[in-house]
């Protein structure tokens, strides 16, 4: 079965609900970086835009 793509997933999901998307550090939006992050640095991000985000019940979409 063929994966949506995300634009138009995006926005049927923005239709009914909160939806944030996290780019992970030194990819998409975000600032390069000289060394690939570490795990607990990953960690470290997502909780920071959760908590900036003010998000009560995060949730995951499925990996591509």
Known sequence: MARPQLPP?????????RLVRFDRRGTGL???VAEPPT???RVAD???V????RCRRPSRAPAR
């Open 9 to 17: 997933l995006c926005a049927v999901l923005s239709s009914f609900c």
């Open 30 to 32: 975000s600032d390069p």
């Open 39 to 41: 795990l607990d640095q």
């Open 46 to 48: 997502l909780k920071a």
């Open 50 to 53: 959760i908590s900036a985000a």
